[in-house]
């Protein structure tokens, strides 16, 4: 079983950043791979990013590509999202997910989710 806790949402203007972390608790975390998703009010959960066990292969989704910056460290058992020049449109609950095997990168299946954070940008 492992344990995901995000943290670091809020409010921010237009423009700011925000980084978010995710806490993983349970088996090893280097086992998983990590990925974020986001949950836009009324729409339905969709792919942020992805990283690799290691930490050395990243995918993104082609709307916070060059904005949006996924990374961790396996020795805090933590996931970061690094957002930057934030847009309205980003406000969403953002959740973490972890799977010790990955069929595909952006597929919405995930074997442990985190509960949320969320995300508000005002313009």
């Known amino acids: 079983q492992v344990l995901l806790v995000e943290s670091g949402g809020g409010m921010v203007q237009a423009g700011g950043s925000l980084r978010l972390s995710c806490a993983a608790s349970?088996?090893?975390?280097?086992?998983?791979?990590m990925r974020w998703f986001r949950q836009p009010p009324g729409k339905e959960r969709e792919f942020v990013a992805h990283?690799?066990?290691?930490?050395?292969?990243?995918y993104y989704a082609d709307s916070v590509k060059g904005r949006f910056t996924i990374s961790r460290d396996n020795a805090k058992n933590t996931v970061y999202l690094q957002m930057n020049s934030l847009k309205p449109e980003d406000t969403a609950v953002y959740f973490c997910?972890?799977?010790?095997?990955?069929?595909?990168?952006?597929?919405?299946?995930?074997?442990?989710w985190g509960q949320g954070t969320q995300v508000t940008v005002s313009s």
């Open positions: 997910a972890a799977d010790a095997i990955l069929a595909a990168i952006a597929t919405m299946n995930a074997e442990y």
């Open positions: 990283i690799s066990k290691s930490g050395d292969f990243t």
């Open positions: 349970g088996r090893t975390f280097s086992s998983y791979y």
